[in-house]
């Protein structure tokens, strides 16, 4: 099978404790490459992944001509300029999520590489979760009737640390809402197949001293009219996270936990009814059992780059595109706006 020869930019947060490990396991991609500032690390991780080359700058390892794709996982801040410059230089790019620090600078990236000719994509790995590609199926099918209600969580424990990308917004574009409610939104939006319509946030700093947002919250009307919350905390501890999606329709409900993180597993409780029946003044529950959805877990990084390898083999339509990061960091600038004029009632 012919394998898309990757390089890799900011080789040393996620991409070395998730993608890259993923990637070693993907059919159609090999790393060809990978780039951290400092020549020890970068080396080391050239070693840990059997890469051919270690670089230190964005540039050099643009410039080989063995690397065909670039997988960009620094610092949001870098993004707009390392994505052109791999443009510029002919290289397809999976670029993490948010794209830029801003959306206007998000569509120039996009904008930018249409013109080079190359392919971009984002990092909604979380797409690809044997879980949510069933809850995705099972509204398709229509087994959940109208949808009318979800709702979805990501947390962490992420105190102050000095002189961290992602405590400022010059750096990171936002805190928790940009950096892990988008996982969120983009989640029900995919599964649901409607998008944001209307949308308000609050976004305050509860626990901690940095500048972005430690708490988020967010409430979205679809276009399909369901109502929708969004929650995204930095101070809730990793031991305590739910990292819970539910979905609930006319027919019945989807209730995953665990789903939303970087390791494929959790759990996923469905309950279905029937919309034609009357009003119950009882309400009574107990008339369905939970459904057992079977599914194969594997490996959500895996799947993101074989899917973005495949698009650039055979052409295929990229499954996670940019423009789909753009559309939810839309939606997140809108809630900080909200949130800091205040657009609603205070008591
Ligand atoms: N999809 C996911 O599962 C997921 C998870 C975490 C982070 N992310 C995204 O990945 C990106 C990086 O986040 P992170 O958690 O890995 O951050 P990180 O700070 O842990 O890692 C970033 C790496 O980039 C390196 N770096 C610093 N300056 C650089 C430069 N100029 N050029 C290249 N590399 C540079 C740093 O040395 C560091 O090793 C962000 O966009 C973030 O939102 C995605």
Same mark, same amino acid.
């Given at each position: 099978?012919?394998?898309?020869?990757?390089?890799?930019?900011?080789?040393?947060?996620?991409?070395?404790?998730?993608?890259?490990?993923?990637?070693?396991?993907?059919?159609?991609?090999?790393?060809?490459?990978?780039?951290?500032?400092?020549?020890?690390?970068?080396?080391?991780?050239?070693?840990?992944?059997?890469?051919?080359?270690?670089?230190?700058?964005?540039?050099?390892?643009?410039?080989?001509?063995?690397?065909?794709?670039?997988?960009?996982?620094?610092?949001?801040?870098?993004? @707009?300029?390392? $994505?052109? =410059? /791999?443009?510029?230089?002919?290289?397809?790019?999976?670029? %993490?999520?948010?794209? *830029? !620090?801003? #959306?206007?600078?998000?569509?120039?990236?996009?904008?930018?590489?249409?013109?080079?000719?190359?392919?971009?994509?984002?990092?909604?790995?979380?797409?690809?979760?044997?879980?949510?590609?069933?809850?995705?199926?099972?509204?398709?099918?229509?087994?959940?009737?109208?949808?009318?209600?979800?709702?979805?969580?990501?947390?962490?424990?992420?105190?102050?640390?000095?002189?961290?990308?992602?405590?400022?917004?010059?750096?990171?574009?936002?805190?928790?809402?940009?950096?892990?409610?988008?996982?969120?939104?983009?989640?029900?939006?995919?599964?649901?197949?409607?998008?944001? @319509?209307?949308? $308000?946030? =609050? /976004?305050?700093?509860?626990?901690?001293?940095?500048?972005? %947002?430690?708490?988020? *919250? !967010?409430? #979205?009307?679809?276009?399909?009219?369901?109502?929708?919350?969004?929650?995204?905390?930095?101070?809730?501890?990793?031991?305590?996270?739910?990292?819970?999606?539910?979905?609930?329709?006319?027919?019945?409900?989807?209730?995953?936990?665990?789903?939303?993180?970087?390791?494929?597993?959790?759990?996923?409780?469905?309950?279905?009814?029937?919309?034609?029946?009357?009003?119950?003044?009882?309400?009574?529950?107990?008339?369905?059992?939970?459904?057992?959805?079977?599914?194969?877990?594997?490996?959500?990084?895996?799947?993101?780059?074989?899917?973005?390898?495949?698009?650039?083999?055979?052409?295929?339509?990229?499954?996670?595109?940019?423009?789909?990061?753009?559309?939810?960091?839309?939606?997140?600038?809108?809630?900080?706006?909200?949130?800091?004029?205040?657009?609603?009632?205070?008591?």
């Amino acid at each position: 099978m012919r394998k898309v020869n990757w390089g890799v930019l900011g080789a040393g947060g996620i991409a070395d404790r998730r993608t890259m490990p993923g990637m070693m396991l993907a059919g159609n991609a090999r790393i060809r490459s990978v780039m951290e500032i400092d020549p020890d690390v970068s080396e080391n991780l050239r070693a840990k992944y059997g890469a051919d080359k270690a670089f230190t700058n964005a540039r050099d390892l643009l410039s080989d001509p063995g690397t065909e794709a670039v997988y960009i996982a620094s610092p949001v801040v870098f993004h @707009k300029e390392q $994505a052109m =410059m /791999a443009a510029d230089y002919g290289k397809h790019i999976l670029l %993490e999520k948010p794209i *830029a !620090l801003t #959306v206007g600078e998000g569509q120039e990236v996009i904008e930018y590489c249409k013109r080079k000719g190359v392919l971009l994509a984002t990092g909604f790995m979380m797409r690809f979760h044997a879980y949510h590609v069933a809850m995705k199926r099972l509204v398709e099918e229509g087994k959940l009737g109208q949808i009318v209600s979800c709702r979805a969580q990501l947390t962490c424990w992420y105190p102050d640390i000095p002189g961290s990308w992602r405590q400022s917004f010059a750096s990171s574009g936002g805190g928790a809402l940009m950096d892990m409610g988008v996982h969120c939104l983009d989640l029900i939006q995919h599964i649901t197949g409607s998008r944001a @319509k209307r949308a $308000a946030g =609050m /976004a305050k700093t509860l626990t901690f001293g940095y500048e972005v %947002e430690d708490s988020g *919250a !967010l409430l #979205v009307e679809l276009e399909n009219g369901a109502l929708c919350h969004i929650e995204a905390n930095f101070n809730i501890p990793d031991a305590a996270a739910r990292g819970r999606l539910e979905i609930y329709g006319t027919k019945g409900s989807m209730l995953a936990e665990g789903t939303i993180s970087q390791a494929e597993g959790g759990k996923l409780e469905v309950m279905l009814s029937d919309d034609t029946l009357g009003y119950d003044a009882a309400q009574d529950r107990n008339r369905v059992e939970p459904i057992d959805v079977k599914v194969e877990f594997g490996n959500m990084y895996t799947k993101e780059i074989e899917s973005f390898s495949n698009s650039i083999i055979n052409k295929t339509d990229i499954e996670v595109p940019a423009e789909d990061a753009v559309q939810v960091q839309r939606v997140i600038q809108s809630a900080y706006r909200t949130s800091s004029e205040e657009r609603y009632e205070r008591f």
